[in-house]
């Protein structure tokens, strides 16, 4: 089954969802002693480990043989006959690690079918020549993405007990593929977007989110007439519907917008009114991969507007940071504080400002923990600690300048930053130093991944490894000692 829809609509919810029910909640049928889930892989955009399909056969041979025991030994004596099975191409493992494992069981007919789900297809956007090598070296969305689905269908082919869930966006080149053969004769598509009544949905979230913001504010003084708080209504049943048409029935979009109006720092009455007064959205201003709503990349824009002129460019360079980085913490830096610490002293910042830069985005970036939402992909199932970025929608917005324009990050300007402050603080380490400053660990482990992602000029990587040495010869101790050359 395909399961599509737009961006907020819930797919990932779903998929989290049904996961949870049949791995959790006993089999309705009491002759079932097994969970009906075989697999899962959420593919996820700014996550390093999931936005390829480098870890996918592998995962979900992994899971296939927790799920059906039979399959261990199979799937062991497969990399144990070929260690170097795991560097092989995605379709050798497919049939290495899961195919013929399969095929090698005696009473294949006697195991009950298992659920295999994968969400998120349209956020597998790299190779699974990762994304060491420079993008150019990459294969497109569009094939690699197509190339999951062939992976999948080649499963399927082989009549195995297995049946699929894909969860995706209805981009143009995957909805063509699913209607073409083969896949058009096997599959069942269901697009969420005609389940249920989404404007009534986000009619009564908005409604109960506004009431809950109106009970905190104070009624407007410079109004004549409007003296008595109860006579104020906020925002107006005008307002409201206007809002309401805005979102389309996003419920993406509704609940970023209560996001951004819930600032104990700012007048939510003003922070509406701006919204809806701000530039209109035009379909010409979409990209072609990504999505089609071009209200909610507009609504990025008047977010980021809404903070103080001088923050902005730190602002910026904060969030290229953040996407540059993200998936290089150790497990102890989970939350967004800590993980900016490290950032703020690499880039050179005073410390806190890199906070302080971003505190009025909190609509679109987890600055605190956050449990729930109304968002796509809330909850615990598919996310990591490391999801600073509440929907990724805004990352695209980010990376895309034909909808950010001048709130575009540039991600190579961000990794020569954070590469030359790792350079810098590596060069004050001797044999003698004590790793333990969260920087230090964080400059050891990144700096390889920063220097790979930097597309260097003829002249400009001597340059930087010259401008190191002359740094680690004056701050080192060891190399002044013993006069290492330059």
């Given at each position: 089954m395909w399961v599509h829809a737009p961006?907020?609509?819930?797919?990932?919810?779903?998929?989290?969802?049904?996961?949870?029910?049949?791995?959790?909640?006993?089999?309705?049928?009491?002759?079932?002693?097994?969970?009906?889930?075989?697999?899962?892989?959420?593919?996820?955009?700014?996550s390093h480990e999931r936005n390829n399909p480098t870890r996918f056969v592998v995962t979900l041979a992994y899971q296939l043989a927790l799920s059906i025991p039979e399959l261990t030994t199979k799937i062991e004596d497969a990399v144990d006959q070929n260690p170097m099975i795991l560097r092989k191409s995605l379709e050798v493992q497919l049939t290495k690690l899961i195919v013929e494992p399969f095929k090698a069981l005696a009473s294949i007919d006697e195991i009950s079918n298992r659920l295999v789900i994968v969400d998120g297809?349209?956020?597998?956007?790299n190779s699974d020549q990762e994304s060491r090598v420079e993008k150019k070296y990459a294969e497109d969305q569009e094939k690699v993405q197509i190339r999951i689905l062939d992976l999948i269908y080649t499963l399927q082919s082989h009549k195995l007990p297995l049946s699929f869930l894909v969860l995706s966006r209805p981009e143009t080149w995957i909805k063509r593929h699913f209607e073409s053969r083969p896949l058009r004769d096997v599959t069942e598509v269901l697009d969420l977007y005609e389940v249920g009544d989404h404007l009534k949905d986000v009619e009564k979230f908005l409604r109960d989110e506004l009431s809950r913001i109106a009970e905190s504010l104070d009624p407007p003084s410079d109004e004549p007439g409007l003296e008595d708080a109860a006579e104020v209504e906020w925002p107006g049943e005008k307002t409201l519907q206007t809002l309401l048409s805005r979102t389309g029935g996003h419920?993406?979009?509704?609940?970023?917008?209560?996001r951004h109006l819930d600032d104990p720092y700012d007048d939510?009455?003003?922070?509406?009114?701006?919204i809806l007064h701000g530039t209109a959205p035009t379909e010409k201003s979409v990209h072609p991969h990504s999505t089609p709503f071009a209200s909610l990349y507009e609504l990025y824009r008047q977010i980021i507007k809404s903070s103080p002129e001088g923050h902005r460019p730190v602002m910026i360079e904060v969030l290229e940071d953040l996407l540059a980085?993200?998936?290089?913490?150790?497990?102890?830096?989970?939350?967004?504080?800590?993980a900016m610490k490290i950032l703020d002293h690499l880039s050179g910042r005073t410390p806190g400002r890199g906070m302080k830069a971003i505190r009025g985005l909190h609509a679109v970036v987890r600055l605190t923990p956050e449990k729930g939402g109304a968002e796509e992909g809330a909850g615990d199932h598919p996310r990591t600690l490391k999801d600073y970025f509440i929907h990724s929608s805004f990352v695209e917005f980010l990376q895309t300048p034909e909808v950010s324009r001048e709130f575009a990050v540039d991600g190579r300007k961000s990794f020569r930053r954070l590469l030359s402050g790792c350079l810098e603080s590596l060069s004050s380490v001797t044999l003698d130093t004590k790793v333990d400053a969260q920087?230090?660990?964080?400059?050891l482990t990144a700096w390889p991944t920063f220097w790979s992602h930097t597309a260097w000029g003829p002249s400009e990587e001597e340059e930087c490894l010259k401008q190191n040495r002359t740094n680690y010869k004056r701050e080192s101790p060891y190399a002044s000692e013993n006069g290492l050359p330059s």
């Open positions: 961006a907020g609509y819930g797919k990932t919810a779903v998929a989290g969802t049904v996961a949870d029910k049949m791995e959790l909640e006993p089999p309705e049928d009491p002759r079932l002693d097994f969970s009906p889930l075989g697999a899962t892989f959420f593919f996820w955009r700014t297809l349209d956020e597998c956007i419920i993406l979009y509704a609940a970023t917008v209560v939510p009455r003003k922070r509406l009114t701006d980085s993200k998936s290089y913490f150790d497990p102890g830096i989970d939350q967004l504080p800590a920087h230090l660990r964080f400059a």
